[in-house]
């Protein structure tokens, strides 16, 4: 079975949903509406290699970064709290593969975006995890 980037997204998002202040306010990428606080995300494509000897099955190794935003410096650490409760040692469940729990690799400290009005602040967190053929 191939990786399919768009069912791990899915699962993240998933995930992050389950969270009450956070559903409702999950985006990939793009942030459609614009609420008070909300968290967007981003999966890279993964660093995909063959861990097996024969097949076509691929293992893939992603990188997640999270921004967790909003109107002021306590609004987006309040949202990257709750981002970390869902996804610190979360397992993705994907169809088809053995994935690893989320570890959380980096953060930014709170940054203020000027170039919105009113201006945001978000921070950015960084996690990684793998995905290989079950």
Do not use: K
């Amino acid at each position: 079975m191939s990786v399919s980037i768009r069912d791990h997204a899915a699962a993240i998002q998933a995930r992050l949903e389950q969270d009450s202040v956070l559903a409702g306010s999950t985006f990939q990428g793009i942030v459609t509406e614009r609420p008070q606080r909300y968290c967007t995300f981003f999966l890279t494509s993964g660093a995909r290699f063959a861990d097996r000897l024969a097949g076509p099955d691929v293992a893939a190794d992603f990188t997640l970064t999270v921004h967790s935003v909003g109107q002021d410096p306590t609004q987006a650490q309040a949202v990257a709290e709750r981002v970390f409760a869902q996804l610190l040692n979360f397992t993705p469940t994907v169809a088809g593969r053995s994935c690893s729990w989320l570890r959380h690799t980096g953060s930014m400290a709170t940054q203020i975006d000027e170039t919105t009005s009113p201006p945001l602040y978000y921070n950015a967190d960084e996690f990684t995890f793998f995905s290989r053929p079950a």
